[in-house]
């Protein structure tokens, strides 16, 4: 049995290859932000720097992207918010049982947001622009909701992977 999951474990460096991306596109979406930000608002007060008018647009949807793929990174090392009071007080079996669970519902969730996300990203996005990008479709607006999805499904995947290997692998213990 530790075969399998030995050979499937050579998939690993995909899953961080992954994290090292989003992670990536963070860093790069969170210096956008505060760049967009710190010229709109020197704009305001300093005369002869222009305060563009899709400033406000661009910057809600860079916080948008970074919020979505930042929780889909929280998943991946399990620092989102858990419920953990009764665990010491219930069999390991259980909770590992409960991870599972817990993990299934996620990936169901991935799912629903991956496929009624690009739905919505298509229809609604598809059909209107930003007000002061013109040019630009929505679909950029609502395209974190499926991109959120994908990041969390492969995550997830990931996840849910290291909670069933748990009951199969006993880990040697360092001393």
Known sequence: ????????????PAFDIVHKVALF??????????IITCVSVTGRYVS???DPAWSEEVVLSCMSYMA???????????????????????????IKTLDILADIGVLIL??????????????????????????????WMYFPIPLAGIAMIIFQIEVLYE???????????AV
């Open 48 to 50: 002869f720097i222009p």
């Open 68 to 94: 979505v793929l930042s929780a889909a990174i929280a998943i991946r090392k399990g620092t989102h918010i858990r419920m953990t009071a009764l665990d010491r007080y219930l069999n390991v079996n259980v």
């Open 1 to 12: 049995m530790s075969r399998i999951f030995a050979t499937i474990d050579k998939v690993k």
């Open 25 to 34: 596109l963070c860093k790069l979406l969170l210096i956008t932000d505060i």
């Open 110 to 139: 991935g799912f629903v947001m991956l496929i009624v996300g690009w739905r919505y990203a298509n229809t609604i996005g598809g059909r209107g622009t930003y007000v002061s990008m013109p040019s630009v479709s929505r679909f």
């Open 163 to 173: 909670h069933i290997k748990a009951f199969f692998v006993k880990e040697a213990r």
